[in-house]
């Protein structure tokens, strides 16, 4: 199902519990900051990508207000591999997921991970090479006051916890942000929105 940004921000808003007519005035100020694509009217406007529904979905949960979304967006994307812990083992070795990885030296960024997990979704491919796939259960969160964002994936009962920080800090970040996090089940139901 191919959306349109304003169609898109209704549904994902729906999904995330957030006003429909919120959902287009967040997509409406990240299109003008050049953060979802735009271009198009009617059957030739710009079908939204994996990189817009990230934006879109950063906004929301990042700013108290449509007017901040680009600015919070930006400082999320900017969040680049801090550490990442396994149980009580905060020296686990290397991060086996190799989505997570932009090259064999460097972990890719929050958002590139996070855009190839809503990818993976709109596939239908695992998320992990395990047998235990269907068990794993994601969650983004923000923690104050280290400014920093977390992923983390429960895989065969164990949590990965990897986390992201951005060197200037996460700015003002939304008490939706701060409370909540993104499960699996919820990023399901926008991956499947992208097929």
Known sequence: MALTIFPMAE????????PA?????????LRNAGLI?????????????????TNFILGIMASNTATHAAEAVQNIRECRYLDHSVGADSNPGPIPFEFM??????LASFAIIFESLLDKLAKKERIIDDEDDEAVFIY??????????????????WPW???FENGRGLGE????LLKSSI????????AALMR
């Not at 970040?173 to 939706?176: A, G, K, L, P």
């Open 101 to 106: 990885w932009k090259d064999q030296e460097e």
């Open 183 to 190: 499960t699996k089940m919820t990023l399901q139901r926008i």
């Open 21 to 29: 007519k919120t959902g287009r005035e967040y997509a409406r100020k």
């Open 37 to 53: 694509t735009s271009g198009g009217r009617g059957p030739s406007a710009a079908v939204m990508n994996k990189q817009d529904y």
């Open 161 to 163: 916890k990897i986390k």
């Open 140 to 157: 983004t969160e923000v923690f104050r006051p280290g400014n920093y964002i977390e992923i983390i994936l429960y895989v065969s009962g």
């Open 11 to 18: 549904k994902v808003s729906e999904i995330l519990g957030v």
């Open 173 to 176: 970040v939304s008490e939706m």
